[in-house]
């Protein structure tokens, strides 16, 4: 076995393979391996299919980019836009208010109690007003006695005496009794409308 010889150097060449092994044309022959030389060997161009390829996943990446910076302006907009309706919505409701409260305050006629009073304006029963006369001056004549309406001050009931009001109507109010009655002013004095109660 010692002397047996090199079963490679005895072959005979390849006929497809006809040149030396030596050659430099049998270096580029197919399933040869060459070295690659950092920074000697250069990367072969690529094809036009690997460049097709190559520009479509660029552009692919750039749409994804593009799309995915969208949705975060488009949430951004979004959230200004919803805090600058909350605060408009806010700002609607407190300026109806604001005009609902005003046109209560500029609608509604005050009110004022109206108690019937004698000439010492102690305060008697509202029929002596309702059922009495109507005389000049706001006067009411019941059982010959003159009467007549107190407008607001405080008035304890029958038996006390008015104070703190007025005998005429004060302008732009409504006048009514304690007991819901409203009062009227006619061209000769007062009357009353509505139920009387004692």
Same mark, same amino acid.
């Given at each position: ?5 090199? #079963?490679? $150097? ?7 393979? $006809?040149?030396? $092994?030596?050659?430099?044309a049998a270096s580029t022959t197919r399933g040869a391996i060459r070295t690659q ?8 161009? !690529? ?20 799309? !995915? ?12 836009? #919803? ?6 919505? %806010? !700002?609607? %409701? ?7 409260? *005003? ?17 010492? #304006? ?5 029929? @002596? ?17 003159? @009467?007549? @309406? @107190?407008?607001?001050? $405080?008035?304890?009931? %029958? *038996?006390?005496?008015a104070t703190g009001g007025t005998l005429t109507q004060p302008r732009g109010t %409504? ?10 002013? *006619? ?9 009387? *109660?004692?």
């Amino acid at each position: 076995m010692e002397n047996e010889p090199d #079963n490679d $150097a005895v072959r005979p060449p390849h006929p497809d393979n $006809a040149d030396d $092994a030596s050659s430099p044309a049998a270096s580029t022959t197919r399933g040869a391996i060459r070295t690659q030389e950092p920074g000697v060997t250069r990367p072969r161009p !690529a094809t036009v299919a690997e460049a097709r390829a190559r520009d479509k996943a660029r552009k692919a990446r750039e749409v994804a980019e593009r799309f !995915a910076a969208e949705q975060v302006a488009n949430a951004e907009r979004k959230r200004i836009q #919803n805090r600058k309706t909350l605060m408009g919505a %806010v !700002a609607v %409701v407190g300026v109806v208010g604001v005009v609902a409260l *005003g046109y209560q305050a500029f609608k509604a006629t005050p009110e004022v109690t109206a108690s019937c009073v004698d000439e010492n #304006n102690v305060v008697v029963s509202d029929s @002596y007003c309702g059922s009495g006369s109507p005389g000049i001056g706001g006067v009411f004549i019941f059982a010959g006695a003159p @009467y007549r @309406y @107190y407008y607001g001050g $405080a008035t304890g009931g %029958v *038996g006390t005496v008015a104070t703190g009001g007025t005998l005429t109507q004060p302008r732009g109010t %409504v006048a009514k009794t304690k007991s819901g009655s409203s009062i009227s002013r *006619g061209g000769f004095g007062s009357s009353s409308v509505g139920s009387a *109660g004692g």
